[in-house]
């Protein structure tokens, strides 16, 4: 049993990339696929497929590097709210990463988001954590 999921998430997508690994797969669960949905949207991997054929399920990522340098397109995964210490903000009190070179991933009432639709839709809630 694994106390922290998005952690163990977080970490094995930080190791594939350091091993430079295309693929990296990671049991599933329903905050797991918004996170990924939203590194999706943002650009930072490749491609995503939920395999639902064992119990839990599985998602299969595709990281993203450049073509020329090889370099991944994500440089740090920071996992801010822990489950000793969660971190809420309020809609008018979100995170700035890296002066919004960054993305910051919320769970609002309305989802999980990035700051900056949270900022529009005018919701605060749990900083899961930072990628640039």
Do not use: W
């Amino acid at each position: 049993m694994n106390t922290d999921p998005i952690a163990d998430y977080l970490t094995r997508v930080r190791n594939a990339i350091k091993a430079n690994h295309r693929v990296v797969e990671i049991p599933a669960s329903n905050i797991k696929k918004e996170i990924t949905k939203v590194l999706y949207q943002k650009g930072y991997i490749q491609s995503y497929r939920f395999d639902d054929s064992s119990v839990q399920g599985t998602i299969k990522i595709a990281l993203k590097y450049n073509p020329t340098t090889k370099a991944p397109a994500i440089t740090k995964l920071q996992r801010v709210s822990t489950p000793g210490l969660r971190q809420y903000v309020a809609a008018d009190n979100l995170p700035r990463v890296l002066s919004g070179l960054g993305v910051a991933i919320i769970s609002t009432s309305k989802g999980v988001m990035t700051e900056k639709e949270a900022k529009t839709e005018n919701v605060g809630g749990e900083v899961l954590c930072y990628v640039y």
